[in-house]
C-alpha cells in the first residue's frame, strides 16, 4: 500500500483553498501542473476550485479514490480521516499540524488518531510534514510554491526526511545543481508510515539508485538496522542524524516529538549496517553528489593527478588524513606519462602536470592511470588560470570517464572561468569539489562503500 502514496490514479485533497495564501491552494496547483490523474477538491464553502469541481465533503464523491491529502485543522483532521476510511480510502497524507508536537492536547489527538488507523487499518503519512513528491507521477504535497523552490528534475535519488523544512531545502539544492530525483517523502510525526517502511520499500524500488536519509531519532532502532542493512547490499544509503548534541535532542523532541537517543550507538550502528553517515550538511550534499554520480571503488588506493603543485600536496594531505592511500604507478604508466612531460619534471604520485599542461598531458595521464592496476580512484584538481589549458580539458576528462570502470572526481577553485568548467564537468556526470579535503572526504565513501557492496 506504500505505493499508493506515490502513483495513485486519483486524489482528494481535503482543505483545498481557492484563496492563494492558503496550503491547500498551493498543494492543488501543484498537483495541477504535472499530476495525470484525477483530482478531487473538497471544500465546505466553495463549488469551484481552480476550474475544477470542489466537493462539500470527501464522502460526496462517487469516484473512487486512490489517495486522500488532508490540510485542514487538528481539530477536525481526525473526522476527516475516518470520513476517508469510511469512502474505501486507504492512503491518508495529514499534511496537518498541531498533533503530538504541539503539546498534551496534542498528544491526545495523536493517540485518537492511532485508534482510527489501526481500527481501519489504514496507512497515514504525518501528520505534521510536508508530504510526498514524485517526479515521474506528479505527485506533490509540497506546499512551497513553483517560483519559491523548484522542483528537481526526474532521476534515481530518493529521500526520506523527518523534517520537511529541511527536506524541501535539499531538494531545492537538487535543483540547482541538476541533480535528479525520484521520490521524496517528509514523514512528521510519523504516526504511522515511518523511515522502517520507506527504506524497504525503496530498497525494492528499481527506479531508486540511492537513497537519502535525514532523521532526528528512529521509531524502531532494531528494525531500521534491518532494513539497512538490507539495503545497502543493493544500493547506497547516506544517513544525517540531527539531535547529536543534548541541545538538538531537545530542540527535535519539541519538533517532531523525537525522542533523539544516543548519539553514538547511532553512529556504531550506521557502519555495522554500511550505511554512509553524514555529519554535516556539506558532507550530506557531497556524498549524495559523489554517490548518485560515481561507482564504488575496489579499493582505497587514489591517484591524484593536477597542473597546480599546491593542490597536489594539499590532497596528499587530505589522502592521509582520510585514510586513504596513494598509490604507487606502475612502472608501465610512469614510462608513458614520460614521453608527455618535460624532461626535468618527475612522475609520481601526486602527479604535477606542471603549469604549463596541455589538453595532451591531462589525456595522457588519466587515460593511462585509470588503467593502472595499482590504482582504484582518480581525483583530478585543475588549475584553471593557466594560459596553456582552456575549457577542452573538460572533454577530454569528460570523454574518457565515459568508459572508465573507475571512479573519476574533479575539483578546482577559483571564480567565474573555473566555475563554470567544474559545471561542465557536474554536467557531465563527474562530480567536483572546491577543495581538496572535500574531494577526499568523497573518495573514501567511494572505498567505503565498494566494500559493503565487495566489489
Not at 145 to 172: N, Y
Not at 324 to 336: G, N, Q, R
Not at 386 to 391: K, N, P, Q, R, Y
Amino acid at each position: 500500500m506504500v505505493d499508493n502514496f506515490f502513483r495513485p490514479k486519483s486524489v482528494a485533497i481535503i482543505g483545498a483553498s481557492a484563496n492563494p495564501k492558503k496550503l491547500g491552494n498551493n498543494i492543488l496547483v501543484n498537483f495541477k501542473k504535472r499530476f495525470k490523474g484525477k483530482i478531487y477538491p473538497v471544500n465546505l464553502n466553495e463549488d469551484v476550485i481552480e476550474g475544477l469541481k470542489a466537493y462539500k465533503n470527501v464522502t460526496d464523491i462517487k469516484d473512487a479514490v486512490d489517495l486522500a491529502v488532508v490540510v485542514v485543522p487538528a481539530n477536525i483532521a481526525n473526522r476527516v480521516v475516518e470520513d476517508c476510511s469510511g469512502c474505501g480510502i486507504k492512503s491518508i497524507i495529514i499534511i496537518t499540524a498541531g498533533y503530538r508536537e504541539s503539546g498534551s492536547e496534542g498528544i491526545i489527538l495523536e493517540n485518537r488518531l492511532k485508534n482510527i488507523i489501526t481500527i481501519n487499518n489504514l496507512r497515514v503519512i504525518g501528520p505534521n510534514c510536508i508530504g510526498v513528491l514524485d517526479t515521474y507521477s506528479g505527485v506533490d504535497t509540497i506546499f512551497s510554491p513553483f517560483e519559491r523552490m523548484e522542483r528537481p528534475k526526474k532521476g534515481k535519488i530518493s529521500v526520506i526526511s523527518q523534517s520537511g523544512s529541511f527536506g524541501t531545502a535539499f531538494l531545492d539544492w537538487c535543483a540547482q545543481h541538476k541533480m535528479g530525483i525520484n521520490k521524496f517523502v517528509s514523514f512528521g510525526n510519523r504516526v504511522d508510515v515511518d523511515e522502517c517502511d520507506l527504506v524497504d520499500y525503496f530498497s525494492k524500488d528499481k527506479d531508486t539508485d540511492l537513497v537519502v536519509i535525514y532523521l532526528e531519532g528512529p521509531k524502531n532502532g532494531r528494525e531500521l538496522m534491518k532494513n539497512l542493512k538490507k539495503t545497502t547490499k543493493i544500493k547506497p544509503i547516506i544517513v544525517l542524524k540531527a539531535g547529536k548534541s543534548d541541545k538538538g535532542a531537545k530542540a527535535a523532541a519539541s519538533h517532531t516529538g523525537t525522542l533523539a537517543g544516543s548519539y553514538k550507538i547511532f553512529s556504531s550502528a550506521m557502519r555495522q549496517v554500511g550505511a554512509t553517515e553524514a555529519k554535516t550538511l556539506d558532507e550530506l550534499f557531497d556524498f549524495t553528489k559523489v554517490l548518485s554520480k560515481q561507482r564504488a571503488a575496489k579499493g582505497n588506493r587514489v591517484a591524484i593527478i593536477t597542473n597546480g603543485g599546491g593542490y597536489g600536496v594539499l590532497s596528499a594531505d587530505a589522502c592521509f588524513y582520510e585514510g586513504l592511500k596513494l598509490a604507487e604507478f606502475s612502472h608501465s604508466s610512469v614510462e608513458t606519462i614520460k614521453k608527455v612531460m618535460p624532461g626535468f619534471a618527475g612522475v609520481h604520485n601526486p602527479l604535477d602536470l606542471i603549469g604549463d599542461a596541455t589538453e595532451e598531458r591531462f589525456e595522457t595521464a588519466l587515460a593511462t592511470l585509470i588503467k593502472d592496476t595499482n590504482v582504484d580512484i582518480v581525483v583530478v584538481f585543475i588549475w584553471a588560470l593557466g594560459t596553456t589549458l582552456d575549457s577542452g580539458v573538460v572533454d577530454v576528462i569528460s570523454k574518457i570517464a565515459e568508459t572508465s570502470k573507475k571512479p573519476i572526481i574533479c575539483g578546482g577553485l577559483g571564480s567565474k572561468y573555473t566555475i563554470d568548467m567544474l559545471l561542465r564537468l557536474e554536467n557531465s556526470g563527474i562530480p567536483t569539489f572546491s577543495t581538496p579535503w572535500r574531494a577526499m572526504k568523497a573518495a573514501k565513501v567511494l572505498a567505503e562503500y565498494g566494500k559493503v557492496k565487495k566489489i
